[in-house]
Each structure stands twice: as C-alpha cells, then as structure tokens.
C-alpha cells in the first residue's frame, strides 16, 4: 500500500475575525473585561494549565469573574459562530 497523506487544512482555525479583541486587565485578581469589535463573543472556556476546563461562560460575556480561581496561569478561549482564539491570562 502507499505511503499515507494528511490534509492538515481542516485543523487549521481561521483567527482574521478576531483580530479587534481588547482583553484587560491581564494580569487581573477579579473581573477580566472583553471588548470585541465587528464579531460576537459566543463562548469562554478558562483552562488550567494541566488543560482542565476550570471556567465556560455563555452569558453576559463582557466581564469575566475570575475571582474564584486560584492565582497562577490559565488559557482562555474565545469562540465566535466560525472562530475561536485562545490567550493567555494570568489570575493574581
């Protein structure tokens, strides 16, 4: 049999529509505003730096409470309706 092939173009994520994104304070101890412009924020995961889920928000997606979290390193993840970004956040 041949050699076989991957088409790694459908892991691909297309980020252009969340180029607009304004995120702060970062680093933050309580609340984390999100500010996007020409795109809607349809979803937040937070993950922990072993990758677990720690935070999803599908609501009031303007201001983030991180108060609960312990300080240290998260992830965060931005999903819009054909996008997503992740960004680093770090909690005091």
Not at 39 to 66: C, D, F, P, R
Request: hydrophobic content about 30%; glycine content about 4%; proline content about 3%.
């Amino acid at each position: 049999s041949g050699t076989p092939t991957f088409d790694f173009s459908t892991l691909s994520v297309d980020e252009t529509q969340l180029e607009n994104l304004s995120i702060y304070p970062n680093p933050t101890s309580d609340i984390v505003n999100i500010q996007s412009s020409g795109t809607s924020i349809q979803k937040i995961e937070i993950y922990n730096m072993n990758g677990q889920l720690v935070l999803s928000e599908k609501n009031n997606l303007e201001k983030i409470h991180v108060n609960q979290l312990e300080s240290g390193m998260y992830m965060m993840r931005l999903y819009t309706e054909n996008a997503s970004k992740t960004i680093k956040l770090l909690r005091q």
